[in-house]
């Protein structure tokens, strides 16, 4: 479901943005000269502050799953044998 709030975030930033630059440019008098930027600046500002309170009041996509697609990494790394061979720019150890 949150994919269907930011596609719907997305679409207004995208109008609001273009009306707020039409609001600065008539303040302005004329067309901004970097106008693109401009609008690339509004639209970064303002998808950033809707998109964390998106995060911030939509619930999680799976909140029933505990950890099922967690990847879980051995405690100690050290153990884990390396690699070696061609593939991996390893020389393989001499005994």
Known sequence: MQFVYFTA???FLYVASDWLLL???AIHGKRLPNRSVVFF???LILSM???EGIKYLA???NSNS????AVEFPADLSAQPVPTGPLF???APTK
Do not use: L, M, W, Y
């Open 66 to 69: 505990d950890s099922k697609n």
């Open 23 to 25: 609001r600065i440019e």
């Open 9 to 11: 975030a997305g679409i």
């Open 49 to 51: 502050i809707t998109f």
């Open 41 to 43: 600046g509004i639209i």
């Open 59 to 61: 619930p999680p996509e």
């Open 89 to 91: 720019n390893n020389p």
